[in-house]
C-alpha cells in the first residue's frame, strides 16, 4: 500500500509534483483547518502542516500517522505531548525561512523609525505631511537587542550590524536540559537597547517572558519588534508599558490572530497608535517557502528511504538509561536475539538501542543504553556465547 501524505497548508506546486513522483499517495488541501484535520488526517501516514494546528484529536483519530511535519520553524501548533504519547515522529524545518523572517525584522525596524505605514494611510486618506513624517532619528548608532540568537537573530545581526548598529544578543539558555529565564542579565540588557527584537521559540519557559517586571527594564521610547510569538509578550503588561513609557512596537504575531489566509481580524492592538502589527508572513517570501518545501521533501525521502528523521523535535532529549552495553557479535541470524534474551531475563530496560554493521558483513556491533546494570552472571553469559566477539559495560 501507499504512504500518503496529506498536506494541509499551503505548498508550492513543484513541491507537491515533487512528491507525487515519489510513488506517494498526495492529498493537497491547503484550505484545511484545525477543526477539519481529525476527519481529514484519519487515514494518512504523513501530514505537513504550515500554522494549521495538529491538535490531539488529530493525532489520537489518525490510525496510521507515523510523521508530522512543520514546514517551518516553530512547532507549538503541533500537539507534540499527543504526539509522544502514540509515537509519532515531529519534525521541523529549521532554518530554511530565517533569512525572510530577519529581513521583515529590518523592515519592521525602519518602519518604526520613519513611521512608513502611517506615511502610507496619510497618503491614501489625501494627507500630506511631510512636517510630522521627518521626525525620524535613524537607526544608525543605536543599540540593538536581540533575543535569540538562533538561526534568525544571527540573520538580524548580520543585517544590523552592516546598519552601523551597535548589537547585543541574549539567548534563554538550558542548563542540562533544563531552560532558564536569566533575568539577572535582562535587566542589566534592556535598559540599554533603544530596539528591541524577539527571536525565541514558543516554550513554557519562554511563554510570558516579557510581563510587568520584564517591561520594568525597557527604556522609555524604545521600539519592539515581535516576529516569533505573541504569548512570548504578555499583552496587558505590553499596553501598560507603551502607555507609562511611550514604548513602540511592530508586531508579525499577535493574541488571536486569525487561522485562515482571509477573513476579517480583530485584536486590541488595532486602536493603539503606537502598535503596527503585519499579517504573520515573516516566513512568506517564495524564496523562503521554495526552501522549506525542499527541505520538507528531503525529510519525507530519507524517512522513507531510510528510516531516519531529520529535524526529528521530539526524541527524547534525556533517557533513564544509567549504563552502556557495547556487544560486538557474528552478523548472523539469531545472534542479537540470543543477547536480548539475556537483558530481558535480567529484567532490565533497553533505552535505546543501535546495531551497526561492519564492512563486509561478517562483525556487527550493538550498543544499548540500559536503565540498570548487568549482572555479572548475565555479562558472563553473553562473553560465553560462541557468537559474541567482545562486551563492554559502562556506568554513563
Ligand atoms: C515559522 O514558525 O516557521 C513561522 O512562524 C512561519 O509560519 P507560516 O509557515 O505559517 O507562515
Redo the contacts with the bound molecule.
Sequence with gaps: MKVTVLIA??FPSRYVEMLQKMDLEVIYDPKLGENDLPDAAENVDIIVV???KVNAETIQKAKSLNLII????????INIAAANQKGVYVA??PG??SVA?AELAMGLMLSLDRRIPDNVIDFRKGVWNKGEYSKAEGLLGKTLGIIGVGAIGREVAKRAISFGMNVYGKDISRIEGEMIKDFSEMDKLLPLCDILTIHLPLTPETRGLFNKEMFKYVKPGAFIIN???AEIIDEDALLEAIQEKGIRCAF??FAGEPEGKAGSVSSRLQENPNVYVTH?????TEQA?NA?AEETVRIIKDFINSGVIAHWVNRAKTTDAHFQLVVKHFDKPGVLASILEVIRDADINIEEIENVIFDGGIAASCTMKLKSAVPTDKLQAIKENPNVLSVSHVKL
Design positions: 497548508d499551503k504550515r500554522s494549521t512543520r514546514a517551518g520553524a516553530g512547532v507549538n501548533n521541523n524545518c530554511m525561512n523572517v516576529t516569533a510569538r508579525d504575531v504573520h508572513i515573516g516566513a512568506s517557502q522549506v
